[in-house]
């Protein structure tokens, strides 16, 4: 079977289109209609006249898109595929945390799962985080669960921020050292890490942002060498938009396992049996969407 083939067919018949992480395999960016990071993935989502949403990613990049569009079919193309970060908080944590620190102001990643999101007062991404964090900066904050970015913000800023125990173990297993010896092979080459890594990294880099920011970096700089310190299917965009330039991992094991398990495979049949349907409470969807609303206020 020509599973590229019987998926644009299918995408016609039911008014789907495919949404997929820069984290991807290659080859299921390459039949997305949008490729992107999680929360501009899901603004398109919502935008769109389609009916099925079908989201190649993680368990909360669905939820996101299914908050944002309660009226469409939300698939993923895989049984439901967790974040080990958006794992490291629960709900029933944060409101025994809300509980002993009424004045905090609570801040959570997109990064998050549903209800997290309807706990929160506001919710960011690693491209607008600090832009955010700036509004409440007289309000003490929880920042939640990526210790690394609120570090970065606190020590950035001087913030009052509280940081959740939680990481992505991608980011946040890369060392000073990966830096170093990279710099020593690769001279030339600018250093572009993603701030989920530790405070110590993204100071000794040429550049600290988002995904999508990387991205960007990359394709306006008249440099041709970059080291790249994210998970490694950033590449795939970052070569085809960019052909001659270089580009080296900073680490070798920069791979989320659970990004990696869609295939062409699980995207035909999810289309074919449009199985794998995400839902959300709706009284968790309305909280957490008022979250996400303060965010697009804030950005």
């Not at 799962?113 to 991404?125: E, M």
């Not at 985080?129 to 904050?141: F, G, M, P, Q, R």
């Not at 049949?269 to 697009?296: G, H, P, W, Y």
Request: with cysteine; glycine share 4%; hydrophobic share 35%.
């Amino acid at each position: 079977m020509n599973y590229i083939e019987e998926i644009n067919k299918l995408k016609k018949e039911k008014n789907a289109i495919i949404l997929a992480h820069y984290y991807q395999k290659d080859e299921i960016q390459d039949i997305a209609d949008y490729l992107g990071d999680s929360y501009n993935l899901s603004v398109i989502a919502k935008k769109s006249d389609a009916k099925i949403i079908v989201f190649c990613g993680v368990k909360f990049m669905g939820e996101t898109a299914k908050i944002l569009s309660p009226d469409k079919k939300v698939l993923m193309p895989h049984k439901v595929l967790p974040c080990k970060m958006a794992n490291d908080i629960t709900s029933k944590e944060l409101i025994e945390y809300k509980k002993k620190n009424p004045d905090r102001v609570i801040i959570s990643y997109v990064n998050t799962n549903a209800d997290i999101k309807a706990l929160s007062d506001c919710c960011v991404t690693s491209s607008n985080a600090l832009k955010i964090l700036e509004h409440y900066k007289d309000k003490k904050i929880l920042y939640c669960p990526d210790k690394n970015l609120a570090n970065y913000a606190a020590k950035t800023y001087g913030y009052d921020i509280d940081f959740w125990n939680g990481n992505c173990n991608i980011h946040d297993n890369l060392t000073v050292d990966d830096v170093i010896k990279m710099k020593e092979l690769h001279p030339n080459a600018l250093v572009l890490i993603h701030p989920e890594a530790r405070y110590e990294l993204t100071q000794l880099a040429d550049y600290a942002g988002s995904t999508k920011g990387i991205i960007d970096y990359v394709n306006k700089s008249d440099k041709d060498e970059f080291i790249i310190g994210t998970e490694r299917g950033i590449l795939h965009e970052l070569k085809k938009k960019n052909p001659n330039k270089k580009f080296y991992l900073l680490n070798e094991c920069l791979t989320c396992k659970f990004m990696k398990l869609i295939s062409l495979e699980d995207v035909y049949n999810c289309l074919k049996n449009e199985e794998f349907e995400i839902t959300v409470d709706e009284s968790i969807r309305k909280d957490a969407q008022k979250a996400l609303d303060k965010m697009l206020e804030l950005s």
